[in-house]
């Protein structure tokens, strides 16, 4: 932990916050082409070009002026083009396809449904070339399967979803392999189903607690023989697994010892890095990603080591997204880095060739940029804890204001990578600390349930330990200390500034839960069956007047007479998950009183800020937010 001699310039917000000039590329299947996303029409839109073309080359297919698109991929047939986009963040997500032999014309959305209904996952169905399996509630309480042929537009209900909590585990061929049912008590019950009687008999149940978002990793073997489980089995850590669907046998497919599977991308397939790499021709799985202090990945297919062996020679960075064509003769990849964004590289196994994508911030010099380093603490109760430490290039790290980063979920995980928020503040002087509390994803089934009851409690020890920690490194200065988070993030800001004011100079919420008893009132009826092995178990259920109560006690709303702390507050008008109405209750209490509060209110956003001008603008208010009080 130490700082250069060279002090590097200041970053501003248009240069970390603005669409990059080219992210996320995939390879068609035919691997003629590279699909990816780049600025267009004042958005972030889907490109096409040649394998052997660059940008000047390239035509934009999408001609989206509303909001940027995050998620696309290929159809089996390469025709065909399909993304997933919403209506200014209200995350009712809507399938919509692009014929890549008429790039010019209007995209077709394949899933009119009506509003309060949306495409929850949607895959190719490798059997089937222009047939995707899209999952939706058109029923608003239930996940049913529909088969979509692509070049038609026509739908046709495949599965119904058996009951509330219960779900379907299709083979490569779409048929039903196993049933994964939610029970009253929150665990998951995994039953084998017989291809010829459709009977069901039951293999194992797992806790549900210990999978705060369901079991995180379920899925069938493409042949139907298998279930796929991530699975702490008797251990601590969770690996991944391998279910005998005829004698239930369990195999472990990858472990790696003392760390867990990385089950991030369960939140946001295809925008965050997968858990899990297959092959793109048969369905199996090649690679696994686990966590550490930079993510490792456990190559499983020993037929991948060479290309995987290859992939790595290209970057010093992590492999993040991974894409191929039918052959498996040509890659794209790309890579986590800290201090280089969104590297891709193609890497063609028959000719040998690897030749790096076009950069997509030439405008950031790495030398500007501040390393992440991972570090490792106690909190008070001796559970370990680890995080991430930014540190601002060119200043001594002593004495410096600290900005204490949280994560959302709180079921997910920081994760080594490039942090534009991080690298910001760290540009502006700021040292800035993330740290995987209790409850977080990634660090063994013990860290997770340590987490149970501990909302604005043990939970909020561990960043307050990790402040602590911090001001005995001597790095941070103890009045200069200030806390930021979006989601449970921004519920963490809150809980310092209600619960802890006097440790935090100012904080920055960005949708974050004011009142636990009404965020939980709010959801939706379909997620109601898998709330039991989180929230209920977790927190607390509003339907029960002393949990209720208990959860009133743990929220910032129910103390904002105690607030004192100088906050920002930014809400996305659109949000599905926590209602602006607990960010309008809050900033009317606090101006009340006279508190200082900065309220940002997007009414082209939802649950985070996600057009470029209006992440800009947040991060132009945030900079101004600490700069005056830290």
């Known amino acids: 932990m130490t700082s250069t001699d060279r002090r590097p310039r200041r970053l501003e917000a248009e240069e970390l916050f603005a669409d990059p000039a080219f992210a996320s590329p995939l390879?068609?299947?035919?691997?003629?082409?590279?699909?990816?996303?780049?600025?267009?029409h004042g958005r972030r839109n889907i490109w096409v070009r040649?394998?052997?073309q660059d940008h000047d080359d390239a035509r934009c297919v999408t001609h989206d002026e509303r909001r940027g698109i995050s998620t696309f991929f290929f159809c089996e047939d390469p025709r065909w083009l399909l993304y997933l986009q919403d209506t200014d963040g209200n995350e009712?997500?809507?399938?919509f396809r692009v014929d890549l032999r008429s790039p010019g014309s209007p995209a077709v959305d394949l899933t009119p449904l009506p509003p309060g209904s949306r495409v929850f996952a949607a895959e190719p169905l490798r059997s089937r070339p222009a047939t995707v399996l899209a999952t939706m509630n058109r029923r608003p309480a239930a996940l049913d399967t529909f088969l979509i042929d692509v070049p038609s537009g026509e739908i046709h209900l495949h599965h119904e979803q058996p009951g509330p909590g219960q779900d379907l585990l299709l083979d490569g061929d779409g048929a039903p392999a196993f049933l994964a049912r939610v029970t009253e008590e929150g665990d998951t019950e995994f039953s084998a189903i017989d291809p010829a009687s459709g009977q069901h008999q039951v293999l194992l149940r797992v806790g549900g607690a210990d999978h705060p978002m369901g079991v995180e990793i379920q899925q069938a073997t493409p042949d139907g023989s298998g279930l796929v489980l991530g699975s702490y089995l008797d251990g601590d850590d969770m690996q991944l697994v391998r279910v005998d669907r005829s004698t239930g046998k369990i195999r472990v497919l990858a472990a790696v010892e003392g760390w867990s599977l990385d089950i991030l991308s369960v939140?946001?397939?295809?925008?965050?890095?997968?858990t899990?790499?297959?092959?793109?021709?048969?369905?199996?799985i090649l690679a696994a990603r686990f966590t550490g202090p930079r993510p490792h990945i456990e190559v499983i297919d020993p037929a991948f080591a060479e290309v995987h062996a290859a992939l790595s020679e290209l970057s010093d960075g992590v492999l993040g997204s991974l894409s191929s064509d039918l052959s498996g003769h040509r890659w794209v990849a790309t890579y986590l880095h800290d201090r280089d964004p969104h590297v891709a590289w193609f890497h063609d196994r028959t000719t040998g060739e690897s030749r790096r994508l076009f950069p997509p911030s030439p405008h950031l010099d790495p030398e500007d940029l501040a390393h992440m380093e991972p570090v490792a603490l106690s909190a008070r109760d001796g559970l370990p804890l680890h995080g991430f430490l930014t540190l601002p290039p060119g200043h001594p790290p002593r004495d410096l204001p600290l900005v204490l980063e949280v994560h959302g979920g709180p079921w997910v995980h920081d994760s080594w990578g490039f942090n534009p928020q991080a690298q910001y503040l760290a540009s502006r002087g700021y040292a800035v600390l993330q740290v995987n509390y209790r409850g977080s994803s990634g660090y063994g089934r013990r860290h997770t349930l340590a987490a149970i009851g501990e909302f604005a409690g043990a939970m909020h020890d561990d960043l307050l330990d990790a402040v602590d920690w911090a001001i005995a490194q001597g790095i941070a200065d103890p009045n200069r200390v200030g806390i930021l988070g979006a989601s449970y993030g921004g519920y963490a800001a809150l809980v310092g500034a209600a619960f802890t004011p006097e440790r935090f100079a100012a904080a920055v919420d960005i949708v974050g839960i004011a009142d636990l008893a009404s965020f939980l009132e709010s959801l939706p009826p379909v997620s109601r069956p898998y709330l039991r092995s989180n929230w209920l178990t977790y927190v607390g259920d509003p339907e029960d007047p002393s949990q209720e109560a208990d959860m009133r006690a743990r929220s910032p709303l129910t103390h904002a007479d105690r607030i004192t702390t100088p906050l920002l507050i930014a809400h996305g008008a659109n949000d599905a998950r926590v209602q602006r109405t607990e960010s309008d209750t809050l900033v009317a209490?606090?101006?009340?009183?006279g508190v200082a509060v900065g309220y940002l209110l997007a009414d082209d956003e939802g649950h985070g800020f996600g057009n470029p001008e209006n992440q800009i603008r947040l991060q132009q208010a945030i900079a101004e937010h600490f700069a005056t009080y830290l």
Do not use: C, F, K, N
């Open 267 to 274: 939140l946001a397939p295809g925008v965050l890095p997968p």
């Open 589 to 593: 209490s606090l101006r009340e009183r």
């Open 276 to 284: 899990l790499y297959t092959d793109r021709r048969s369905g199996e």
């Open 27 to 40: 390879i068609s299947p035919d691997g003629d082409r590279i699909a990816y996303l780049a600025p267009a």
């Open 92 to 95: 009712d997500w809507h399938l």
């Open 50 to 52: 040649g394998i052997g």
